[in-house]
């Protein structure tokens, strides 16, 4: 069973940092994408960041210059590391993958969210 763990979050004051983790489990044998998502209270869900093909994008103008999302692929757990925290930051992040299992069968998931809160 392919699992997705989240850890990082937490209550931080405004210009401080914070860095989430992602942990995948199971059987995988690459990933096509994996994206960090946020949820803020009353608001559709939000695109921050993913890693395309490699390729580290950031998708969220907001976080611009304050977010870098990294991949460390040996531990198969995605990155973002959020600097200069803003309060708009408040949100539940969760990590969503694109990846191909074991059995070669091309398959989404989600972990479970971390709340962020930025406030003083």
């Known amino acids: 069973q392919v699992q997705f763990m989240e850890s990082g979050g937490g209550l931080v004051q405004p210009g401080g940092s914070l860095r989430l983790s992602c942990a995948a489990s199971?059987?995988?044998?690459?990933?096509?994408?994996m994206a960090w998502y946020r949820q803020a209270p009353g608001k559709q869900r939000e695109l921050v960041a993913e890693?395309?093909?490699?390729?580290?994008?950031i998708h969220a103008d907001s976080v611009k210059g304050r977010f870098t999302i990294s991949r460390d692929n040996a531990k198969n757990t995605l990155y973002l590391q959020m600097n200069n925290l803003e309060p708009e930051d408040t949100a539940v992040y969760s990590c969503?993958?694109?990846?191909?299992?074991?059995?070669?069968?091309?398959?989404?998931?989600w972990g479970q969210g971390t709340q962020v809160t930025v406030s003083s």
């Open positions: 199971g059987s995988i044998s690459g990933f096509y994408s």
């Open positions: 969503n993958a694109l990846y191909r299992a074991g059995s070669g069968t091309a398959l989404a998931g």
């Open positions: 890693i395309l093909h490699g390729v580290a994008i």
